[in-house]
């Protein structure tokens, strides 16, 4: 926010991954959870403002330090109504097209909120794969994602560094994968290794990838003091805003791209 140095923006959105192992608040134990997108956000804020903290407390309260601000923002999936879905529904272009319009309005929505709210690096842990769409849509899309989303980085965000999960689906980062095929000076795309030396399996690639780091098994915090370990490239992001933070605190004149080149 205005009065502290924020970390930014968490989105939510929907991985192939994970399947976690969640610590029990009470007592310590392991709970086995089948999908844990519910807590995707929750565990996202937490690497961004923990960063790689492996032993992380079983219990009790994680104090994160004074200096660093969250503005926690959930944007995707965003919700419709039940009239609203079945009238959509009735046409795959329409619903396709209704979903655009929705995604859009609420990432536009939350980028301004965060800019408003004076933050200094947006994380953006999310997919949207335009080659998933009928090739109409996909136009209405890039469109979209270029001429509204792209244009607020280049422009009031200009200042902001925003970071990008790369996204779990193995293949080459294109031009309508988004938000990581997004390059500005103000941009980093981030991809997942599963140790110092091997990029992830899971991980997209290319030349549209700035830079890997560990995103399997990454431990952090789930909502109602729960702990867990999740695997996927909205890991990986975090862990890159988070030490982007870490320089901004040190050096507040670092503009966005000074950030990222560091």
């Known amino acids: 926010n205005t009065t502290r140095p924020g970390v930014g923006l968490d989105i939510l959105g929907e991985d192939v ?3 976690p192992i969640v610590i029990s608040p009470e007592d310590g134990s392991i709970i086995e959870i089948l999908d844990g997108s519910d807590n995707h956000g929750t565990h996202v804020a937490g690497i961004a ?3 790689g ?15 660093i601000g969250l503005v926690p ?3 995707i999936p965003v919700g419709f109504s039940a009239s609203e879905m ?9 619903l396709e097209k209704y979903l655009i319009d929705k995604i ?4 536009e929505k939350s980028i301004r909120f965060s800019i408003s709210e004076g933050v200094n690096i947006i994380n953006m842990s999310l997919a949207i ?5 009928s090739s109409e849509n996909r136009k209405i899309l890039d469109e979209k994602m270029n001429n509204i989303i792209f244009k607020l980085i280049q422009t009031e965000g200009k200042d902001i560094l925003f970071v990008f999960a790369a996204g779990n689906d193995s293949i080459v980062v294109h031009s309508n994968y988004y938000p990581a095929s997004f390059k500005a000076r103000n941009t980093i795309t981030v991809g997942a290794l599963k140790n110092k030396n091997s990029v992830a399996e899971f991980t997209n690639h290319g030349d549209l990838v700035d830079i890997y780091i560990n995103g399997s098994n990454i431990n952090s915090l789930y909502s109602k003091n729960y702990r867990g370990k999740m695997t996927g490239t909205s890991m990986s992001a975090p862990l890159i805003s988070n030490l982007a933070a870490k320089l901004k605190l040190i050096a507040p004149c670092l503009h966005a791209n000074e950030i990222k080149n560091n």
Do not use: H, M, T
């Open 104 to 107: 859009i309005y609420s990432l």
């Open 73 to 75: 923002i959930r944007a």
């Open 129 to 133: 794969n335009g080659n998933d769409l």
């Open 53 to 67: 903290i492996y032993n992380l407390p079983k219990l009790g309260k994680v104090s994160v330090g004074p200096l």
């Open 86 to 94: 079945s009238e959509a529904e009735q046409d795959k272009l329409k």
């Open 17 to 19: 991954f994970p399947f």
């Open 49 to 51: 403002l923990l960063g």
